[in-house]
């Protein structure tokens, strides 16, 4: 049951990672990214990866929080007991 649930979190929340990648940096040039007045010290591909890593890690938390509100009483206090 929690593996069915992980997919339920984890699927939905690489897909919403994706449409971020490529809706931020359709308008962001990876090399124009600087942090405490420096430049980002990682190639373009890099960035990409870093950025959709946070953002996937972002959309889980989200859908992970919705997954735990969607819960019975009876599911938090006993998961084993679920079938």
Known sequence: MWTKRWMWVMWPAFLAAGLLEMLV???????????????LPLSSQGIYTVGFFLFWILAMVASGLTAL????????NHPDDVR
Do not use: I
């Open 25 to 39: 940096f359709a308008l962001v040039d990876p090399q124009d990214l600087h942090w405490a007045g420096q430049a």
């Open 69 to 76: 509100l969607a819960m019975t009483p009876n599911e938090v």
